[in-house]
């Protein structure tokens, strides 16, 4: 039986920065076996883990979509691992195990209306969402896709060159808003749940996914339900401390629930049912 905590060779390929303030790298990867990256496979939503020899090793987000060829992960700049991940350059090697956790509930939005919210750096597994439904041989398998993305200045917005394109794109309703306009980028101000209620996307036949920093959850939510989007409709993913990510250590648990195996993606009516620490 294969180990769960090995993480597998991958290589550095592609550093992007994404924001002015450089403290959001988006880093890509390739599997050093080829047959490695055949056998990786992932739904958008779930999660894996970077490591870095002698240094260790912390949980992310992936930020690509299952059929890109090279593996994503956008990370900010916090504490000890993510600037040592901060100082790699293109050619280095590092170890990622994964994937965990499970994903956004996309066969229950086949046929629906898809409306994303976020806010911040915690786009990444929403743009992983997102080009995945915006293949040309999936896009006709949904409805309207409405999209709500807000950072604090346009600066802070991550890829922009494809918020560029979708911005111009027929396949879905995109509106950034910041909290305040800078330069020329055509965003419109206001904070995510207010821009939110303005842009009024119909909870008709439609499901909400939502991540973002816990403050923008906590106001998103009476906008959605003041839409119409039922709990059950409403789906969220949560980043809880993690240390094995496998639902053995117990350090990522709300109530009975494990973030790391259970989750990280709940419907807020699941959630209604925990204890009020996330
Ligand atoms: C499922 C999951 C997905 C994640 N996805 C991403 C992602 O896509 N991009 C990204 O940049 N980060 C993501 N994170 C957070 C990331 O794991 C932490 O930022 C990272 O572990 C910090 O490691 P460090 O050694 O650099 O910081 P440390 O030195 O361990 O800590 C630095 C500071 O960050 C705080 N911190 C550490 N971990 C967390 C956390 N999980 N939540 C809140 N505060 C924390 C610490 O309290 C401390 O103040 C995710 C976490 C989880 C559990
Ligand atoms: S991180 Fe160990 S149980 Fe979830």
């Known amino acids: 039986m294969l180990n769960p905590y090995l993480p597998l060779p991958v290589r550095l390929e592609k550093v992007t920065v994404e924001n002015d303030a450089r403290d959001l790298k988006t880093f890509e990867l390739s599997f050093v076996d080829p047959a490695a990256r055949r056998s990786f496979s992932f739904e958008p939503g779930q999660f894996g883990f970077l490591s870095l020899s002698g240094i260790g090793e912390a949980p992310f987000g992936i930020a690509s979509a299952p059929h890109e060829e090279r593996v994503w992960f956008t990370v900010k700049k916090t504490g000890t691992f993510t600037a040592a991940l901060h100082e790699l350059s293109a050619g280095q090697p590092l170890g990622m195990r994964g994937p965990y956790g499970n994903s956004y509930p996309l066969e229950k939005a086949r046929g629906r209306d898809v409306v994303i919210v976020s806010g911040g750096f915690s786009f990444t597994t929403l743009r992983s969402t997102l080009v995945h439904l915006l293949r040309p041989e999936r896009r006709g398998d949904f409805g309207r896709i409405t999209v709500v993305y807000g950072a604090r200045t346009p600066g802070e917005l991550l890829y922009k060159d494809e918020l ?64 119409g989007f039922a709990p059950e409709r409403v789906f969220l993913s949560l980043e809880n401390r993690m240390k094995c990510g496998i639902g053995k250590c117990g350090r990522c648990n709300i109530g009975d629930k494990y973030v790391c195996k259970d989750g990280p993606v709940f419907s807020y009516d699941a959630l209604r049912l925990l204890p009020p620490d996330f």
């Open 164 to 227: 560029r394109a979708w911005e111009a794109s027929p396949d879905l309703d995109l509106t950034l808003c910041v909290d305040h306009r800078a330069g020329d980028w055509p965003a419109t101000e206001g904070l995510v749940p207010n821009v939110l209620k303005r842009v009024a996307p119909s909870a008709k036949n439609a499901i909400a996914l939502v991540c973002g920093p816990p403050v923008m959850i906590r106001f998103t939510h009476p906008v959605l339900a003041e839409l």
